[in-house]
């Protein structure tokens, strides 16, 4: 019997029918031979074998195949060596927004969870940095900012004035760009009362009836005879 280890399923294949034999392939995993490489055969080389004999020829199919892990909502270092265990290597860590999950916990993974993979495959990490982006919310309606900051998860506290009317926001106590979550912002509101406009008062037009000066009579000319 041959030795054939080492050798692609293909080449030992060829080179046992030549010698006579009937080879049998036969797939295991291995993180150690190539895949498609011959692992062993059985019987083992040096082995006396008869013409026509099967033999065992099992070629690697490539590292094993392993699920996933659902690591979201782990913190960092527990995710990482929950993947590890599972036979994966942690690759790149990134961090993202979020108005609810904790810093430094895991948002999602690269490829992701529930899929298989061969062993040895990188994972990568999206990890939440704690913070929120704040918008820039003045000049807009009191219950349009509100509404947008809590969807953020932010506390609003409104500040009315009464120096100006119509409930849009004059000023935001916390200025845009990124804050930690939850944070409180003061919104400064116009909260005066809108006065109805008053017309102005038109005189009273004059009543009607006949005029009076020079127009109230015409005196012709005395036409009385001499």
């Not at 994972?123 to 913070?131: Q, Y």
Request: charged fraction near 20%; aromatic fraction near 4%.
């Amino acid at each position: 019997m041959p030795s054939v280890a080492g050798q692609t399923y293909k080449d030992a294949r060829q080179r046992l029918l030549t010698r006579g034999l009937t080879p049998v392939g036969v797939g295991e995993s291995s993180d150690d031979v190539p895949k498609n490489d011959v692992i062993r055969s059985e019987p083992g080389s040096g082995t006396s074998v008869a013409r026509k004999q099967e033999v065992r020829v099992v070629y690697s199919t490539g590292p094993e195949e392993v699920t996933v892990p659902d690591v979201g909502s782990a913190a960092q270092d527990a995710a990482t060596e929950q993947l590890e265990d599972a036979g994966f290597v942690v690759g790149a860590v990134t961090s993202d927004y979020s108005a609810t999950i904790p810093e430094g916990t895991v948002m999602s993974t690269d490829p992701a969870s529930g899929g298989t993979l061969p062993k040895g495959s990188v994972i990568d990490l999206v990890v939440s940095n704690g913070k929120v982006q704040l918008p820039d919310v003045t000049q807009q309606p009191f219950t349009t900012a509100d509404s947008t900051l809590r969807g953020l998860g932010l506390t609003v506290q409104g500040s009315p004035t009464n120096v100006c009317a119509g409930n849009t926001v004059t000023q935001q106590s916390v200025p845009r760009g990124d804050v930690p979550q939850g944070s409180t912002v003061v919104l400064t509101y116009c909260a005066a009362s809108v006065q109805p406009t008053r017309r102005p008062d038109v005189p009273a037009a004059p009543s009607g009836g006949d005029d009076g000066g020079n127009g109230a009579g015409f005196q012709g000319d005395d036409d009385g005879d001499d």
